[in-house]
């Protein structure tokens, strides 16, 4: 797995808003100019062949698999994700097409709409 760190320049207004509405101040408050902001990106990219998935306990329908490449998040470290073959990763994404399956069927039954043969 690589591990890719570099950071960007981004400009945030003088007035943002936050994921839940609340405004946000930068710290050039009354100038009305935007501010620039160095944010540290950490980029997570498998082998050649390989996958990345979650090396915690994760619920099968949460668990991502992917042969491309992962940006974390603020509260995420490289140590959260492992790589997988492939055989690996057709495993998990065949039990998650199971799995969802099931669910709908279940879904259709319980509104009447399924097949009720066993």
């Given amino acids: ?5 570099d950071t ?3 400009e945030v207004p003088m007035h943002a808003s936050d994921e839940y509405g609340m405004a946000v101040m ?11 902001v160095e944010v540290a ?4 990219r498998p082998d050649d062949g390989r996958f990345l998935t979650q090396s915690g306990l ?10 491309g490449e992962i940006l974390l998040g603020k509260d ?5 994700w492992m790589e997988i073959d492939s055989a690996e990763a057709e495993a998990i994404l065949a039990e998650q097409a199971r799995e969802a399956e099931a669910q709908e069927a279940d879904a259709l ?8 043969t066993p």
């Fill in 109 to 116: 039954l319980e509104i009447g709409m399924g097949d009720s």
């Fill in 58 to 67: 994760v619920e099968l329908a949460a668990r991502v698999v992917t042969g």
């Fill in 76 to 80: 995420d470290c490289a140590g959260n």
């Fill in 26 to 36: 930068t710290s050039r408050l009354g100038s009305g100019t935007p501010t620039q």
């Fill in 41 to 44: 990106v950490v980029r997570l």
């Fill in 1 to 5: 797995m690589k591990i890719i760190e």
């Fill in 8 to 10: 960007k320049i981004l």
